[in-house]
């Protein structure tokens, strides 16, 4: 089956100018064109799933060209496609790790006013901090740093 670029936009839900440019850029090396209008078939849709996939992991358009392009070169570039992944999946493990301490924060100062909403005092909790804290509470205080 065959999809316009118009289709194909609203299953993605990315503008059609981002698919142009992507086009553009030689991402979709093989798409076949009638009278001008570009029909995304299946290859298309996979290389756009690993193009939206990369870009979530943070990669640039020029690395995902630069992966796209090995793709094509077959086999002898499975080495180098897999640091690429290895070192964007290093990428992102240090950003979950950033989150999970932003969130630890959030969920503390959460527990923080609700405790002093309740108690109408940030006296208790006052006297609490720093090590004193109920023990779930107290281990995201530990590990909000």
Not at 95 to 119: G, P, Q, S, V
Request: with cysteine; glycine share 4%.
């Amino acid at each position: 089956m065959k999809y316009t670029i118009g289709q194909v936009s609203e299953m993605f839900s990315l503008p059609i100018s981002t698919l142009r440019y992507y086009d553009k850029e030689g991402l979709f090396p093989s798409i076949e064109r009638r009278n001008g209008i570009r029909l995304f078939s299946e290859t298309e849709l996979e290389a756009l799933r690993v193009i939206e996939c990369l870009k979530e992991s943070g990669l640039e358009i020029k690395d995902i060209k630069q992966f796209m392009a090995w793709v094509r070169e077959g086999e002898k570039t499975f080495s180098l496609r897999k640091q690429l992944f290895e070192t964007r999946k290093q990428a992102v493990e240090e950003e979950m790790k950033k989150l999970e301490k932003t969130l630890n924060m959030l969920k503390f100062k959460c527990w923080y006013y609700d405790k002093a909403i309740e108690d109408g005092t940030e006296e208790k909790i006052q006297e609490m901090l720093p090590d004193s804290l109920p023990p779930e509470i107290q281990k995201l205080y530990d590990n909000r740093h």
